[in-house]
């Protein structure tokens, strides 16, 4: 996914939780993306600076927590933490996995001002 569509994503899920808290403004949007993404989190925190001018989102931190995605190797069945964004299994050299924890991005929790 492109850091661009990935920051407008996380900026509607943002403005929609803090409407449903009938908030003044978004202080702070608490976050994670999976470091199975090929994905720059300095991009990421630019485009949704840039994309929350003029919304109650506007002027918050973006705070991306990285997570990491273990894989399961399909030939040998071990269980791993891929390096970088390639599944080279450790055990096996196998590149054919299955990543096992949850990919792409979300929110965590937002701080709002009411």
């Given at each position: 996914m492109h850091e661009s569509?990935?920051?407008?994503?996380?900026?509607?899920?943002?403005?929609?939780?803090?409407?449903?808290?009938?908030?003044?403004?978004?202080?702070?949007?608490?976050?994670?993306?999976?470091?199975?993404?090929?994905?720059?989190?300095?991009?990421?925190?630019?485009?949704?600076?840039?994309?929350?001018?003029?919304?109650?989102?506007?002027?918050?931190?973006?705070?991306?927590?990285?997570?990491?995605?273990?894989?399961?190797?399909?030939?040998?069945?071990?269980?791993?933490?891929?390096?970088?964004?390639?599944?080279?299994?450790?055990?096996?050299?196998?590149?054919?996995?299955?990543?096992?924890?949850?990919?792409?991005?979300?929110?965590?929790?937002?701080?709002?001002?009411?």
């Amino acid at each position: 996914m492109h850091e661009s569509t990935l920051a407008k994503r996380l900026l509607e899920a943002a403005l929609e939780i803090a409407r449903e808290r009938g908030a003044r403004r978004v202080l702070s949007v608490h976050g994670w993306i999976a470091d199975s993404e090929p994905l720059n989190r300095g991009s990421i925190e630019a485009h949704f600076v840039a994309n929350a001018d003029g919304t109650l989102v506007q002027g918050a931190r973006l705070e991306l927590e990285l997570d990491h995605v273990a894989a399961r190797c399909t030939e040998c069945g071990v269980t791993y933490l891929p390096t970088g964004h390639l599944t080279l299994c450790p055990r096996c050299g196998s590149p054919d996995a299955e990543l096992t924890g949850r990919t792409g991005a979300g929110i965590k929790a937002i701080e709002v001002e009411d």
